[in-house]
């Protein structure tokens, strides 16, 4: 089945507490996002790859890091997490410019 | 970067009526418009797409609408049922230079039965 699969779907960590979310799809896609999802301020791109060691800052980059070795991955890291990246993370992928995101089931972070 | 504009936040509609949703959008390179619909606790899902060549697309009771001039695009959903209700989102991105895709803020669409 063609999927996008991120875990964990829930985590609560302690303020700089460094973690790592990981995202994975099976769909061989080029671009691959990460979006954090906010009541009133919808989905938000953090940063998205758009090949292996391609990467690009979204709209919210800051406190966040990812890489893309593999075609396959992309995980989020938070080195320091704080109390403001409390949030629901998606993790997205698809084949190219001309197509849209397929969603992951998402993760939801809370940071204490 | 982009900057994408939609309305109305929240819908309510009767069942069988249409419902309409629209968005702007500032970068004029801009040439691929997804719209996505999230049900409540799930992930958004691609309901339809239309690329910068076309003016309309429609796939049963769907359609989206795009006007490249004045920079907007429309959902409109026809004879809507209670399952459409949910959060949508339009979406922009271009296919070159920043290659992001933003996302509008969303519109809570209720069908009152």
């Known amino acids: 089945e063609a999927q996008v699969t991120q875990n964990p779907r829930y985590l609560i960590t302690v303020t700089g507490k460094k973690l790592t979310v990981t995202c994975s799809q099976n769909?061989?896609?080029?671009?691959m996002s990460w979006y954090r999802q906010d009541p009133g301020l919808g989905l938000r791109q953090i940063y998205y790859?758009?090949?292996?060691?391609?990467?690009d800052k979204g709209d919210v980059p800051e406190g966040y890091k990812v890489s893309r070795k593999e075609k396959r991955n992309f995980p989020l890291i938070l080195e320091s997490p704080s109390p403001n990246q409390t949030s629901l993370y998606f993790c997205a992928s698809r084949r190219d410019i001309n197509y849209g995101y397929t969603f992951g089931s998402g993760t939801r972070l809370t940071v204490v | 970067g982009e900057n994408v504009e939609q309305h109305p936040s929240t819908l309510s509609v009767q069942e069988g009526d249409s419902a309409v949703i629209k968005c702007t959008y500032s970068d004029s390179a801009s040439n691929y418009f997804p719209w996505y619909k999230q049900e409540l606790g799930k992930r958004p899902q691609l309901i339809i797409d239309i690329r910068s060549n076309v003016g309309e697309k429609k796939d049963q009771r769907i359609a989206v609408t795009l006007n490249k001039t004045a920079k907007h695009f429309s959902l409109h959903i026809t004879e809507t049922q209670p399952e459409d209700s949910a959060v949508y989102f339009c979406?922009?991105?271009?296919?070159?230079?920043?290659?992001?895709?933003?996302f509008g803020s969303g519109t809570r669409l209720q069908v009152q039965p």
């Open positions: 790859s758009m090949n292996v060691e391609v990467t």
């Open positions: 769909m061989n896609h080029e671009y």
């Open positions: 979406a922009a991105s271009r296919a070159t230079g920043r290659r992001a895709l933003t």
